[in-house]
């Protein structure tokens, strides 16, 4: 089964119609404990990107050599030693980026977001349809925990980027982690609300 | 029943390769990453001493390692300490847990090489002769300055949150807190690992030992002066005097918890606690036995 999406079409579904946040609803834990800053989202983001790639585009290789029974142990085996390899990497090459990255990078493994795209996607298609898919996932993940913590730290630190921009801090609470809920909630409804206007107006056009 | 057989073979062979890459990859890159962390750990003690590139350390200052096991002999257990001594050669001191003196061997390594964990088991186990067990603990680095201690700086890692937390510490010769430094940690971005800020990490600075020894965790928010004053060296907004002044006034003060991580708060100050306790309570001993043995060690 090949998917009938352009390489364009495939980025932009996961950054839209797929948006693993605000619309698969995947990967909560980190969303809602790490998207405190609008960086610590992009640091997230990124790391998930690469190994999502990789992990894609080893699993869509490989996709006639799995055996279906052992596929989940498989993709967990895939992402961690991807994980493993670019945390490695990364403290030998880039070690400034390695100091402010290499606690995000560690946290991936057990994402759903990754193993999710590796079962419903990688498994089934080519390795360049997996390796945009990839890319679109990961983007859409950025940009969702960017977006969350966008928000959260403007209401909750009252700066953006570690700027102070409101000087002052409105609401503490939005940067404990159980704000992350609601914050995913309101946000999510946000977004369904500017689709279904955007549907509404296309409709009368 | 043939599935079994496919399936164990296929996961077999997943394990192998996985297991290939990373190794692979560990080959490749555990020289590089040793190499960062040591220049990392470099600067870090230079920057707790107060120097750092644009102010190069006095040509006086010199740091003597001190690398102290834990000695087994069949059930017998005894501390061991390996120094250097005044005429650039090694000695490895054993005491007794009670804090009596057992016996201290030269040791023969050369000391460009002494700070290679490997090199230095070596030359211990070719001095002490078979049937030891040696494990490392840890490696405490006094800086003396023309003969004078200026200071100590203690390397360790205790449990954080979820896995270790490496520190580096840095004491006057009184055991007052000068700074300290995390040099690896996992925790929660955000949350516990805000530990490495400045408006947490330097809470310690500047406490005496005393004060250490009673230290606990507030969970009232931090004032806003006296995180101002924090992070002063970083932000700026206050100037020195002033910030040292409000520092002053909170000197006395214990630590606030960080918002949402109060058990890394807590691990941390108590890591921190433990590390220094510990460390006063050997090197009064150690002391004590170079003086009694007349051991002449550079510092």
Known sequence: MATDKSNFQLV???ILNENPIFRLVLSMCPAVGISTTVMNGFMLGIAVLFVQVFSSCTIALFQNKIHPRIRIPTYTLTIATWVTVIDLVLAAYLPEAYAKMGIFVKLIVAFAIITMRLEMFASKESVTASFWDGIGMGLGFMFGMMALGFVRELLGLGTILGYDVLGFKPLLFFVLPFAGFFCVGLMMAFFNYLESVYKRAKQRV | MKDIFTIVFRLTVACLLAGLVMGATFIFTDQAKKHNEHAREQKAMLGLLG???NKP??????????YRYIVSEGREVSMGYL?????RAFVFVAIALDGTFRNATPVALDPAKAGEEGEREKALAAALGPGKELRYAEQTLVVTEDGVRRAYLLSGRFPGFKTFISMLIALEPDFT???LEVMEHEEDPGLGAEITQDYFKKQFSGKPFARLKELAVVKTPLPAEYQQALEAEKRGGLDPAAAAAIMDQYRDHDIYALTGATIS?????NGVKAMVGKFTYRLAILDRVLAEEQIAAPF
Do not use: E, F, Q
């Not at chain 2, 120094?83 to 005429?87: A, Y």
């Not at chain 2, 708060?265 to 100050?269: D, E, G, I, K, W």
């Open chain 2, 177 to 179: 807190i000068r700074g």
């Open chain 2, 265 to 269: 708060s807590r691990a941390v100050t």
């Open chain 2, 51 to 53: 120097y750092s590139a």
């Open chain 1, 12 to 14: 932009v579904n996961g």
């Open chain 2, 57 to 66: 350390p006095p040509a006086g200052l010199t740091m003597h390692a001190l």
């Open chain 2, 83 to 87: 120094l250097p001594t005044k005429d």
